[in-house]
Each structure stands twice: as C-alpha cells, then as structure tokens.
C-alpha cells in the first residue's frame, strides 16, 4: 500500500479541534496491515493497537500475558497501513507499572520501533509519575479509566465499574488529574453514561467511551467485536455492524466442498 500524500492525517490536536466543535470521534482497534488499512481508508479517526490483541489474535483469556515485544509487532504492521488515522499503541501490562523509567523506555520502543503516534496507559493517579515522564520525552499518551482490563484480577469480574459513589468521585479525580498532567485524551471502559458525561465535561480533552454511554466526545470498539468475527462476547454495549464470522464459515464451507467436488479450480483457474 502506498503512501497518499494528498490525505491529512488525524493528530491530538485535530482531536482536541473536534471535541471544542462538538464533532464525535470514531475509534476502533486494529492489529495487523491488511484490517489496519480497510479502517484506515473508512475514515476512523483513531486506531487503536490494543492489548486486547491478547484475546483476539493470540486467544489468551486476558490482556495480561502480551508482551511488549508481540505489541510493537502488531504496532508496527499496522502504521505501514495507515495514512490518515492516529495510531495510538497501547502499553502492555508489565511494561510500565514497575517505575516510571521503565516505564519511559517502554514508550520509547514503542515510538521508535512502530512508528505510532501515541501511547495509552491504564490507570489514574497511581501511574502518574509514569505519564509525566513519558509526556516530558514529547511522547502524546491517552489514558484508560473505569474497567481497565490489566487489573481484572484485582477486580474479580468484567462488570460495570464506579456504580458506587466512592469509585464514581476518585474516577473523576483521576480523570482530571490525567487531563491537566497532559494527557491527550482518555478512554473510560464500561461506567455509568451519567458518570461519563460527568467526566467529559468535567475535562477539557476528548473522552472516548466503550460501554460508557453516548454523552462523551467519541466512541471506541474492538473491530473483530463490532465486525461480528468473534464469538461469546455479547455485552450490552456490544452493536455488531457486520456478521463477518457467519459469512466467512459460509464460504469457507464452500471452498472445501468445491476441492472435494474438484469444481475448483475450474479451466479459467488453471494455466
Ligand atoms: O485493548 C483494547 O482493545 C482497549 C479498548 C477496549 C479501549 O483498550
């Protein structure tokens, strides 16, 4: 795929731009060229190479085991795909959590060895010494509250997170504390909508919401979930554009019945 010179790319600031005029921001995940280029070319604003990766590429039952060697692999494939979208690289778990030189270098690699444009993180206040020292190496990063997958084992279930008052209060805090240390934007997973109205107008940048209501600046999904290639996963937030799986079982079944049946290749297919 070559390099259209004529498209402008997205950047933060067209973000910021975006969410000042009122205009939504669409995000999806990619993770490999070839997906990568068809999300690229229908105009979403923000890819996202994210760690769940883990789950749809490797089939691991979390985000946890994907190191960040395997995310600059998915990372890197994907930017040579895209011209206009932002590719936002997320930060695997164990790559920033030690301290925040670590956490520095991790951010590095990902910058200098994929060519994305941005890192997310998970969590508040708790990384926030991680955050300022990657954002002082001029490195954009985007934030992730609310269900943040890295943590499910303290959290023992997928379920809706800050339902109670006193999660609702130190996501908000959170959320501030990431919009004025300069984070470009910030994610917040599967919330109350109230809460996440709550929080996109309680911070100046984007909030980019996946089961968090309609009420923030834009919205994010996982492409094989919203393309219907996955199976099993049918939250309530989940709207499914596509019954891609269905379709490529059904074709699938087709070319092993006509290999069998030696209708393929036909004459026009040999040489
Ligand atoms: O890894 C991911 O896909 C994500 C989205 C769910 C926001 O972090």
Redesign the pocket.
Known sequence: MSVNKDVRRVTTHTLQEMKNKGEKIAML?AYDYTMAGIVDKAGIDVI?V???ASNVMAGHET?LPITLDQMIYHASSVVRACNRSLVVV?MPFGSYQGNSKEALNSAIRIMKETGGHAV?LEGGEEIIESIKRILTAGIPVMG?LGLTPQSIYKFGTYQVRAKEEEEAERLIHDAKMLADSGCFAI?L?KIPAQLAKRVAESVHVPVIG?GAGNQVDGQ?L?LHDMLGITEGFTPRFLRKYANLGEQMTTALEQYVADVRNVDFPNEKEQY
């Open positions: 995940t996202l994210g760690d769940s985000t997320d997310k992730h994610v997973e996946i994010v996982v």
